[in-house]
Structures are given as structure tokens and as C-alpha cells.
């Protein structure tokens, strides 16, 4: 290997990597792909400033055509293109001292925390230099588990191994995905089990895309002909393209309907280490509904089916104000009071165990490297029997606010996870929780304290597991004490 060649900083040695001394006392460097919630955050985070270079020149034009902001970080939410209605949130400190105006030498690479998208992470992840000190958003191969063919590919095999070595009962705890197949390398298979379940209806998914784009609904052949293995190319036709990879679902034909209309659950998990897998789990998501009460007798719309908000917006009669979003603790109180405590333990218990079997189903494959994290957006669907089914899973979940509501969740949501990375080296490394994010997995199932019961109905404790989705989240009174706690350690 030639001394120019540069390698992943996983790959690098210790001693390579302690090229530049930590964080100290000084300020910390950012850098961020996007201009939503997460831009306001790192804006507005004390000690922190942003590293000049194509996104802070880009943005910095834009705020130059803007009125100057008298105050610093903007609390206002987005509209409904997704663009703050008030200031930047760049404050004066910022731009004065940044290393652009002031003649220093910071540079696109001088950062310690960037929060980039994924497409600048296969870009670049496997020629740069990571020094000791710098955290990055997304695993080199996050898309082992958020592509839709690759997340169940994955399960099934933790599945298989799991039967092997612990028995075919222990195989259930994996039943929480739809029957999927995998098309065009699927398709014949697929054909098999269609002709043995006539008359259902199936959902199809491109592999690689969000938001709702793509899907529908069918429930005959001759509507996915397209996607014949061996039949969608003749090579007479050379100029025709080959379509992109989807996935076959059987659609869950009976949702758990609130006021007649159909839900999921999105739900926040951070991933700080695969290799000794250490899993968040934040207490605050959301429940988003479709506008349109549930019915079979209209597969084709899609305002039915799907509750993305991207989706969901469009709508005629959608209420921008109002929205189509329940909060967690909401809904978890409205489940309480119509199932009783025990039906919804089981039902949050069950989500626990979807998010670590995902989770455990690539931590074998996913290149760890200690500089990067990763939060996912899990989505969870529940059926009428209160059994929750995953739907997917999200690499880059949505940061961009549909409301006030959301502005806040979000802006909590992302300090906190700040907080848990703790690049001011301010905790002890021992918390159980951080704000709104609670430790559920720490190279195994991670128990509450005694004195952490916070999420209870009728004095009844929910739960032992250190997972509190849906709980009271009082976060800033949580994060003042352990931070006079962990200080008053330090000091000892």
C-alpha cells in the first residue's frame, strides 16, 4: 500500500487516528447535509459552530436574501414545503468567527460532527480519513437492513439459525413481517403461494424508495406481468428497461382501526455501536392515519392505504393545521384505556423485540466502525388482535416538521441525541437514559432501575425492560439532573 493511499478509518490504526488531539475545551466543528429541524439544532447548540464549505456557502447566500434574524435559534415550524417561516437560526457568533471571514484554515474536511446524507457517505466513506474525534451519520452499509428486499432477506436467515440452534418455537419470536417475496428474482415462487391463498390482496413496494412512492395495492396476476422473471427483457428489445427491484407483500387485511381509519407507528431508535451492539430507543413518536376511513372495496386509493404524510398531504380534504398524527403517549394512553395495561404491555413488548431482532439480523454484517451512528425510523403497523407487524425500516427518517407539534418532538428528539453522543464529554457513559432516549439494548437486554418505573397505569408498573415508547417524557428535567449528577462524578 503506497503512503498516499487513504483507507476507511475503521481499517485505521490507533495510533493513526489519534493523529489529532480530541475535543477539549474548544469548540466543536459541524457540518450538515440538510436544511431542516437537525440544521436548527447544531445552529442553536452551545459550543458548536458550523464548518464553512459548499452547504454553509449555500446556505449562507440564501440567508443573505433573507431579512436579518434578530434573535438565535429559530423555534418556528417549517411550512408546508418544509422551509423554516422565520430565521436561519445562524446567529452572530457564528458567522463572525467562522474560519471563512476570520482568514483560518478550516476546511471541508476540518470538522468533528457531520451529518451527512447517504449519498455523500458511498461517495466518499471508503476514502476517508476519520480522525479519533469525529462522528458521522450512517454505517458504510446502513442498507442491509433499510432496503425492503435486504431487511427480510436478513431476518430470515437470523431466523433459520435461530431454529437451528435454539429450536423451531424460538423461530416464532420472528413472525412479526409479512409474507414477502423478493420480484423479478421471485416472482415464480411468488406465483406458488398467490394460487394457494386466491382472492387476497398483496402490496407491491419498489425496494429502494420512501415516501409512498411506487406502492399499490393488487389482488390479480396479470397486474404485475411486468415483473416475469426471464419475460421483462425479450432481446429483441434491447432499449427497454429492466424494471428496479421490488417487494410482494401480503397486505395486512385487518389494521387496527382508530375512528375508522388506519395507522402506523413511527418509532425513533439510535445505534451507536453494532460490535457490541448498544441500542436507544426515544420515548416520543407518532401515529399517522390515513385521511380517509378504511375499506377493501377501493384498493386502488391510496389516501386508504397509505398513511405517509407525503402521501397523506395531498389529499382534498387534508387539514394542514389539524394534520393526521397522534402523539405515542397519546396513543398508548388510548390503548390502556380500551385493552387494559396487560394487552398493552404485550403490545410494546412485542415492538421491543422487533426492533432488536432487526437489529441483531445484520450486526454480523454491518461495518461497525466507532465513528458512526445511525437512527432509524422504524415503522410498526398493528393488526385488530393488537399484534405488531414491521413494515419497514428508514435510514433517513423525515426531519422536516408537518407542524408545531412535530417541530418540537423533532428539535427534542435530535439535542437529545446530541446529549447521548456527548461529544462535550460531559456524562459518565453509564446512563440509562438521556433525555428522551432510553438504553434498550447494551450487548443485551438492559433492565430498568427500580426507581425508573415512570410509565404506569392504575399504579401498575408497564414494564421491566428499560423501554418507556409512549411514556411521559420530561426530558429537561431529566437532562439537569444527570448532568449535576455525572458533574458532581467528574468533580470526585
Request: glycine share 8%.
Amino acid at each position: 500500500m503506497s503512503k498516499n493511499t487513504r483507507v476507511p478509518g475503521y481499517m485505521q490504526s490507533k495510533a493513526a487516528r489519534n493523529a489529532r488531539g480530541i475535543i477539549g475545551d474548544r469548540e466543536i466543528r459541524f457540518k450538515c447535509s440538510l436544511q431542516n429541524t437537525i440544521l436548527d439544532v447544531l445552529r442553536g447548540r452551545p459550543g458548536w459552530q458550523e464548518v464553512p464549505g459548499p452547504n454553509f456557502q449555500q446556505q449562507n447566500m440564501q440567508q443573505n436574501s433573507r431579512p436579518a434574524a434578530g434573535s438565535q435559534t429559530s423555534t418556528q415550524p417549517p411550512d408546508g414545503k418544509g422551509n423554516k417561516t422565520g430565521s436561519t437560526g445562524t446567529t452572530p457568533s457564528n458567522t463572525q468567527n467562522s474560519p471563512a471571514t476570520s482568514g483560518g484554515k478550516t476546511g471541508d474536511g476540518d470538522w468533528d460532527f457531520y451529518w451527512c446524507d447517504r449519498e455523500w457517505l458511498h461517495q466518499n466513506y471508503d476514502t476517508m480519513f476519520l480522525h479519533e474525534h469525529q462522528k458521522i451519520l450512517h454505517f458504510r452499509n446502513h442498507y442491509e437492513l433499510t432496503r425492503k428486499n435486504l431487511m427480510v432477506k436478513n431476518l430470515k436467515r437470523l431466523k433459520k439459525q435461530t431454529e437451528r440452534e435454539q429450536g423451531k418455537s424460538e423461530g416464532l419470536s420472528f413472525d412479526f413481517h409479512p409474507t414477502t417475496y423478493e420480484l423479478p428474482s421471485e416472482y415464480h415462487i411468488f406465483v406458488e403461494e398467490f394460487k394457494r391463498n386466491p382472492g387476497i390482496t398483496w402490496i407491491m413496494k419498489p425496494a429502494a424508495k420512501s415516501q409512498g412512492k411506487g406502492i399499490f395495492l393488487f389482488r390479480r396476476l396479470k397486474d404485475i406481468t411486468d415483473w416475469k422473471k426471464g419475460e421483462y427483457q425479450p432481446l429483441t428489445d434491447t432499449t427497454r428497461e429492466v424494471p428496479e427491484t421490488y417487494v410482494v407483500q401480503r397486505y395486512i387485511e385487518n389494521p387496527y382501526l382508530i375512528g375508522g381509519r388506519k395507522f402506523d407507528i413511527r418509532i425513533y431508535v439510535l445505534v451507536v455501536s453494532y460490535n457490541p451492539l448498544k441500542v436507544w430507543l426515544y420515548r416520543d413518536g407518532f401515529a399517522r392515519f390515513s385521511n380517509t376511513r378504511f375499506s377493501l372495496d377501493s384498493i386502488e386509493d391510496a389516501y386508504v392505504h397509505l398513511t405517509n404524510v407525503s402521501v397523506q398531504k395531498n389529499a382534498p380534504d387534508y387539514d394542514p393545521e389539524k394534520g393526521c398524527k397522534w402523539s405515542t403517549l397519546r396513543l398508548r394512553q388510548y390503548l390502556s384505556a380500551k385493552h387494559g395495561s396487560e394487552a398493552v404491555k404485550k403490545v410494546f413488548k412485542g415492538i421491543d423485540n422487533i426492533i432488536t431482532k432487526g437489529l441483531q439480523s445484520v450486526q454480523k454484517i454491518i461495518i461497525n466502525d466507532k465513528h458512526c451512528f445511525e437512527m432509524y425510523g422504524y415503522d410498526i403497523l398493528l393488526d385488530d388482535d393488537l399484534k405488531p407487524w414491521l413494515i419497514e425500516i428508514n435510514a433517513s427518517p423525515s426531519l422536516t416538521a408537518s407542524g408545531k407539534e412535530d417541530y418540537e418532538l423533532k428539535f427534542g428528539l435530535l439535542n437529545d441525541l446530541l446529549n447521548v453522543l456527548d461529544l462535550e464529554n460531559r456524562l459518565t457513559g453509564k446512563e440509562k437514559r438521556i433525555g428522551g432516549w432510553d438504553l434498550l439494548w447494551d450487548d443485551g437486554p438492559v433492565l430498568a432501575d427500580d426507581g425508573n418505573m415512570e410509565c404506569t397505569t392504575n399504579g401498575t408498573s408497564v414494564t421491566t425492560a428499560n423501554s418507556f415508547l409512549g411514556c411521559h417524557n420530561d426530558r429537561k428535567r431529566q437532562l439537569r439532573e444527570i448532568y449535576t449528577s455525572a458533574q458532581a462524578i467528574k468533580k470526585t
